[in-house]
């Protein structure tokens, strides 16, 4: 039971996540509206911009571990789920940054 709370939260953050990224490239897309580019779906490409993220994320981690010999574990266990913990880092680091990237742009807004 513990497992299926813990997927359906995992799921709902992440397309949480998904959806203010299709919102930030609607919002960047509507500024220049000149631009014509390939039509692809606003989820396939939030879903793309999620994947790309998290994989830069997760090979600069990977090499400032190797860089500083840290001594990381194989694997770690999140609820039901066994991850290493580079890629939970980074798939949370790029979960989070469309919310951190509104937060920052709101603050700037209101200076």
Do not use: C
């Not at 299709?22 to 911009?49: G, I, K």
């Not at 580079?86 to 919310?99: D, E, H, N």
């Amino acid at each position: 039971m513990l497992g299926v709370i813990f997927f359906g939260i995992i799921t709902l953050v992440i397309g949480l996540s998904v959806r203010e990224r299709m919102r930030l490239m609607y919002l960047t897309r509507a500024d220049r509206p000149w631009e014509v580019e390939p039509v692809s779906s606003p989820f396939a490409r939030a879903l793309t911009n999620l994947v790309g993220v998290a994989g830069g994320i997760y090979l600069s981690l990977a090499l400032v571990v190797n860089f500083l010999k840290v001594s990381v574990p194989a694997r770690i266990t999140l609820g039901p789920v066994t991850v290493e913990p580079i890629a939970a880092i980074a798939i949370g680091l790029a979960v989070i940054q469309p919310f951190a990237l509104r937060l920052l742009l709101s603050l700037r807004r209101h200076k």
